[in-house]
């Protein structure tokens, strides 16, 4: 398995890494033997970076990558994230908490869900407005001190708070959503991160599933699928987007590819600090996202795949207006 280091300092690690999350929540039903089967057959595959949060399930998903790795704890580099706050009564609601006491308490319940001594990469999962990122980041720090975190990680941050963060400690990664119909790292975090000697790990680099153009109709959602409610997945957005991606599909055609493999060897190609995390629970799934690393891209690959996708033409926003406001800050 081809290797990718995570920022200038950070840990080494497989080349694409395994999204954990749709095992627990939000993408159909449940199958906890299948997604264990595919935990473990990713790390027969070489892949090692795995990455839950606390939240996902909700408080569940730590607990089912925890009994995956059970007895193979030093084949992992183990991704979890901190911040968001669900009640178990209504997982709907949700706020943040950054608190430094929270940080501390957070990472003690995640420890436990995961049944490790320490957590390899901890992120805060998104910015707590109400709290200076320097005191969040600076509880992270105290974490790494004690032993119990040994990298620390921000998701969906802005350059600005990035920078902030970087003075405190030094951040081996950076995550946020990034894919050909997301590009919002091209704003100004991706070369903050290139500045600042900091990791990419792009969540979502099939678009939710969509970039794979096996999504043909919202009705191919399962009822309680996230999907249904996103604004990209809905009336002429969603008509709109499919258009892309079939000129997606034709390019990779050509390429003897899958649009899956395709669109993931296009997030590789933007650089060596990039580790796309492409979520999965199946099997199958997960070798055929493995194939995009034997897909190779010249620049006329390139040029034509941004001609045929390009950023403005995705409609719709990647999240619902709530969830976007707790991005870039």
């Known amino acids: 398995m081809q290797k990718r ?32 089967a595919t ?7 070489g892949i090692n970076l795995l990455d839950t949060a606390d939240v996902y399930g909700p408080y569940t998903n730590e607990e089912l990558v925890g009994r995956a790795i059970r007895d193979r704890r030093d084949e992992v580099v183990l991704a ?15 706020d943040i908490d950054g608190r430094p006491a929270r940080v501390h308490e957070a990472c003690e319940a995640s420890l436990r869900r995961l049944g490790v001594d320490a957590i390899d990469l901890y992120y805060l999962h998104r910015v707590d407005a ?20 040994r990298w620390i990680g921000l998701s969906e941050v802005g350059a600005a708070t990035l920078e902030r963060a970087a003075r405190v400690h030094p951040v081996a990664a950076l995550q946020s ?5 997301t590009r919002d790292p091209e704003d100004g975090a991706l070369d903050a991160c290139r500045r600042l000697g900091v ?11 969509f970039l794979t153009g ?10 309680d699928d996230y999907r249904r409610g996103n604004p990209r997945f809905q009336g002429e957005n969603f008509a709109r987007n499919l258009a892309l991606v079939d000129t997606v599909t034709r390019i990779a055609r050509e390429k003897d590819a899958t649009p899956a493999q395709l669109a993931l060897a296009w997030v590789l190609a933007q650089g060596d600090d990039i580790v796309p995390i492409p979520g999965t629970k199946r099997r199958k799934y997960l070798d055929e996202n493995i194939g995009a690393l034997t897909l190779e891209l010249t620049a006329d690959d390139l040029a034509a795949i941004e ?8 409609r719709g926003s990647r999240y619902a207006e709530a969830m976007m406001a707790l991005t870039g800050r």
């Not at 979890?80 to 949700?94: L, Q």
């Open 5 to 36: 280091r995570l920022g200038r300092n950070g840990p080494e690690v497989s080349a694409i890494g395994l999204g954990c999350m749709g095992m627990s929540e939000f993408y159909g039903p449940r199958d906890d033997e299948e997604s264990i």
């Open 130 to 149: 109400r709290v200076p990122i320097e005191d969040t980041v600076g509880a992270m720090a105290d974490l790494v001190r004690a032993g119990k975190v």
């Open 214 to 223: 096996a999504i043909r109709s919202p009705d191919d959602f399962e009822a």
């Open 177 to 181: 959503e990034y894919s050909l119909w």
């Open 307 to 314: 001609a045929a996708f390009p950023r403005a033409g995705v």
């Open 80 to 94: 979890t994230k901190f911040g968001f706050v669900r009640d178990p009564a209504d997982p709907a609601k949700r």
């Open 199 to 209: 990791g990419l790990v792009a969540y979502s680099p099939l678009g939710r599933g």
């Open 39 to 45: 935990i473990h057959h990713a790390l027969d595959r």
